[in-house]
């Protein structure tokens, strides 16, 4: 069974950093291009960052793009997400997903987690 669990999240005042992360279990996580996404109360889920299976090639949605870092270590099954110059806008549920299938991009809504909450306030 595919379980993705997600953590590191909080409360954190603007310009402030996290480092998010999300342990993977029940498939060959060197094997799928994982993916993180985001959604705010009220709002539509937005991508934020995507992965190569190899962590060779990422890349990043343009609210984001210069603030955050995805990365991973396959040896430990683990997808990270470093959040820096955090905006209020950034507030939101954070979560990893992986690609539907292997070598494939996109993702799989029904492999989320419960996700972690981001919250960027003074």
């Known amino acids: 069974e595919v379980q993705l669990v997600e953590s590191g999240g909080g409360l954190v005042q603007p310009g402030g950093s996290l480092r998010l992360r999300c342990a993977a279990s029940g498939f060959t996580f060197s094997d799928y291009h994982m993916t993180w996404v985001r959604q705010a109360p009220g709002k539509e889920l937005e991508w934020v960052s995507s992965?190569?299976?190899?962590?060779?090639?990422?890349y990043y949605g343009d609210s984001v793009k210069g603030r955050f870092t995805v990365s991973r270590e396959n040896a430990k099954n683990m997808l990270y997400l470093q959040l820096t110059s955090l905006k209020t806008e950034d507030t939101a549920k954070y979560y990893c997903?992986?690609?539907?299938?292997?070598?494939?991009?996109?993702?799989?809504?029904?492999?989320r987690g419960q996700g972690t909450q981001v919250t960027v306030s003074s």
């Open positions: 992965i190569s299976d190899d962590g060779g090639t990422t």
């Open positions: 997903e992986k690609a539907p299938s292997m070598g494939a991009w996109g993702y799989d809504h029904n492999s």
